[in-house]
């Protein structure tokens, strides 16, 4: 596979516009069953416990934090995707390298398509500003912070195995690490943050900004953290071709 000389190749060859190739993550999202299911089971759970859990204001809602942060977990949780970048574009890389597409432009296209799954969660949570259960403000800037928050993720794409395109989405460890089980756990410190923040700070109002302040900052280290990834990804890509073989 030549892919040696990939840095002095130039995306200006390609046909593919960053608009089909960014229809190409949801096209994989909807295929890959793993993925799917995942994706669509965890947005009905999250979404549904929060409303309920509004509505009923039952015991688990009974502290004003939980109340407040609790919100982010479904706008959050599409990010946890992450823990798996370039899983499935692991079956077929060797392809991907022989053509001239830029990690880095592939990273961003990952990163832009995760925003929209945070705004896809948004849009679902919009109701709950017309009943009370939560303001405008707060899920925008529970919104931007889990923006800021997917990069968190992208450093996977340097230890990430091959997915099973047609595997089950229930008890199957395929692809799975103890480096990527251990990383999962840095989905906790966002929601950590949140919920301690509002614990901590009784002005919603500063609260937020304090949020869409930290979203903000990484938001704008996204290009460069991105662009030291790629580097490092085609730094160690003839490791990474024998892992995703495996």
Known sequence: ????????????????????????????????????????????????????????????????????????????????????????????????????LLIEGMLRRKYLFFIQLNLLSVVVLLPGVFYGYWTLLQLLSLFIFSVGCNLLFFPTCLFSRRLDLSGSAFFNYQGASWSINLYSLVSLLPLAIVFLLFAFIHSAFVVQAILVTMGCLLLCLSPMVLRVLARRFMAKRHQRMEIFNQ
């Open 1 to 100: 596979h030549n892919y040696a000389d990939y840095g002095q190749q130039r995306p200006s060859s390609v046909r593919l516009t960053s608009r089909s190739l960014l229809g190409m993550e949801w096209l994989m999202l909807m295929r890959v069953k793993r993925l799917r299911t995942a994706f669509l089971l965890l947005l009905l759970v999250f979404t549904l416990q929060v409303y309920l859990g509004r509505a009923s204001d039952g015991s688990s809602f009974h502290l004003e934090a939980s109340r407040q942060a609790y919100p982010f977990i479904p706008i959050f949780f599409p990010s946890i995707l992450g823990q798996y970048i370039f899983g499935v574009e692991g079956n077929f890389f060797h392809g991907l390298l022989t053509k001239p």
